[in-house]
């Protein structure tokens, strides 16, 4: 709200100066705005900035700005006043030693640039998989993966995923809740959204997920542009609206150049926003840790602690392969196994609340394994704490922690597999060789805001994480 009378108001200051400086030295305009003058001072000192709550910080910085524009209007309008004005602005979000934002023109690690779309290269993709469902031994291939992507709009799907611009107040990013150097979860039992309101959920990891049609802990989503459309609208998540979202970046004149260059169309629209979004997320890719070079037949990648942990896991007594299945280690399905959410309640129902089944009541969608050592704490409340306390779920026996009075349909896979101790160990041990972030993106330390670049949110003091969770 405070934002945009202040960013029109910036806009009117830089395409004035550029329309007066191409009637004085006839430069082309086109190139301009990205551009900031080499000469003019960086008076813009956002991003260095501790993130401090949005009614102190930056609400002063937006009075200042404006209060800046203001006074510059009222002097004499000549190109150097405008440019001085201008420049700073038009730098927004960058030090002077950074050059202007512009999107990568080549396809991420792992992608083969195909006629202008990113296309993964992968070894999976030489092996086959039944109905092309990406379910099976250590040899399956992958389900279809969303691709196709320019470089330009990967990239610009970048800088949006990082940038708090997307939310009501421009405090809360998607990274606040994915971030990377937690796997793309946040590390909570629930997630934290603007405002500080704790949700009901945990925040998933995002590796890998341009692979999965069935999205959300109760599968209620089957596209990344659809799915995000919850976040950004929800006033628990991001708070904002499809109006606004568009009035802010259409009114940022970086934003402006980089939609233009990424989809060559103006002014921005909503489907560019979810299309350039959806490149980043597809573009994560994890599917080189030690276990997958010992699928692919090179046996010394693995230890035999894992190998043997591996074989737990894909036994017929454990049976976690039959729905963790490789190489996602996701058969996307929804299964019951009856976590309670707090001891003896169960509180969200699940896939129930959406379809109305009973029997599907406290059914959450098969979650991936894969970089599973830095999503803690887990399923989908957060309720264990390590992937020890996971793994020893399954050997608790059939529906322990189904509250007395409440009638669910435990999956038929999960059973009393009376797994030992060192078995457990060993799964844990296991799970741990699926890890790899070699194609980790690269974190942008500035974006096209200006606003500080979030990753994690805190919770309202004297609110609960939820039980189990760190
Ligand atoms: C306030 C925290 C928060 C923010 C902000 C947020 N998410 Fe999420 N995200 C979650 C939670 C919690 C879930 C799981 C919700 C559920 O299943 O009900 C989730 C689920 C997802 C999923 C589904 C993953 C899967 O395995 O099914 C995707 C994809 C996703 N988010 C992408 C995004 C994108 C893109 C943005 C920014 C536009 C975003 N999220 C912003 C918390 C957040
Ligand atoms: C019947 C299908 C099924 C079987 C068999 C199964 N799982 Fe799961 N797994 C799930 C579902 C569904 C969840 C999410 C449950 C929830 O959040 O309430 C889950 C969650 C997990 C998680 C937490 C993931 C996260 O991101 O929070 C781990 C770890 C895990 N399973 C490991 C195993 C292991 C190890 C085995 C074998 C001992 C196994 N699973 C067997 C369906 C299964």
């Given at each position: 709200m405070i934002m945009r009378p202040d960013i029109h108001l910036r806009q009117a200051a830089i395409s004035l100066a550029y329309a007066l400086l191409n009637l004085t030295t006839g430069t082309r305009a086109t190139s301009s705005p990205l551009t900031p003058t080499p000469s003019a001072p960086t008076r813009y000192t956002g991003p260095s900035e501790p993130h401090r709550s949005l009614s102190t910080t930056a609400h002063n910085r937006y009075q200042r700005r404006r209060q800046r524009a203001a006074s510059g209007r009222r002097r004499l309008l000549t190109p150097w006043v405008l440019?001085?004005?201008?420049?700073?602005?038009?730098?927004?979000?960058?030090?002077?030693?950074?050059?202007?934002?512009?999107?990568?023109?080549?396809?991420?690690?792992?992608?083969?640039?195909?006629?202008?779309?990113?296309?993964?290269?992968?070894?999976?993709?030489?092996?086959?998989?039944?109905?092309?469902?990406?379910?099976?031994?250590?040899?399956?291939?992958?389900?279809?993966?969303?691709?196709?992507?320019?470089?330009?709009?990967i990239d610009l799907g970048r800088y949006l995923f990082f940038d708090p611009i997307l939310s009501a107040d421009g405090s809360v990013s998607c990274a606040s809740c994915h971030d990377p150097a937690k796997g793309f979860a946040d590390g909570r039992g629930q997630a934290v959204g603007i405002h500080r309101q704790v949700l009901p959920r945990s925040?998933?990891?995002?590796w890998n997920v341009g692979f999965l049609s069935t999205l959300l802990w109760d599968g209620s989503k089957s596209s990344l542009e659809e799915q995000m459309q919850g976040p950004l609208?929800?006033?628990?998540?991001?708070?904002?609206?499809?109006?606004?979202?568009?009035?802010?970046?259409?009114?940022n004149p970086?934003?402006?150049?980089?939609?233009?260059?990424?989809?060559?169309r103006s002014p921005i629209a909503l489907d560019q926003i979810y299309t350039a979004i959806t490149a980043f997320e597809s573009s994560l890719i994890s599917l080189n840790s030690r276990y997958d070079l010992y699928a692919h037949g090179y046996h010394e990648a693995l230890t035999d602690a894992e190998i043997a942990?591996?074989?737990?896991?894909?036994?017929?007594?454990?049976?976690c392969a039959e729905c963790h299945t490789p190489p996602l280690f996701t058969n996307q399905q929804l299964a019951v196994l009856g976590v309670a959410d707090a001891p003896g309640e169960l509180i969200d129902t699940?896939?129930?609340?959406?379809?109305?089944?009973?029997?599907?009541?406290?059914?959450?969608?098969v979650p991936s394994l894969r970089n599973i050592v830095r999503t803690a704490p887990y399923m989908h409340r957060g309720q264990k704490p390590t992937l020890e306390d996971a793994a020893r779920f399954y050997t608790g026996g059939r529906g322990h922690e189904?509250?007395?009075?409440?009638?669910?349909?435990?999956?038929?896979?999960?059973?009393?597999?009376?797994l030992t101790d060192a078995e457990i160990t060993s799964l844990t041990t296991f799970m741990g060789a699926l890890t790899d972030e070699a194609f980790m993106p690269e974190i942008p330390k500035v974006v096209p805001s200006g606003l500080p670049v979030t990753q994690g949110q805190k919770p309202m003091a004297g609110n609960s994480d939820g039980f189990g969770a760190q």
């Open positions: 440019l001085s004005l201008a420049a700073p602005l038009i730098a927004h979000g960058e030090t002077s030693a950074t050059p202007a934002f512009q999107l990568g023109d080549i396809c991420p690690a792992s992608f083969e640039n195909q006629d202008g779309g990113c296309v993964l290269r992968n070894r999976y993709r030489e092996y086959r998989s039944l109905r092309d469902a990406g379910v099976g031994g250590l040899k399956t291939g992958l389900p279809p993966l969303r691709e196709g992507f320019t470089p330009q709009q925040a998933p990891s995002l609208y929800s006033p628990f998540e991001m708070g904002n609206t499809p109006t606004q979202l568009l009035t802010t970046l259409n009114a970086v934003y402006r150049a980089l939609f233009e260059q990424a989809f060559s942990g591996l074989n737990v896991f894909r036994s017929f007594v454990a049976r699940g896939a129930e609340a959406i379809t109305g089944d009973a029997s599907q009541r406290g059914a959450f969608r189904v509250p007395e009075g409440e009638s669910v349909m435990i999956h038929w896979h999960i059973w009393e597999p009376r």
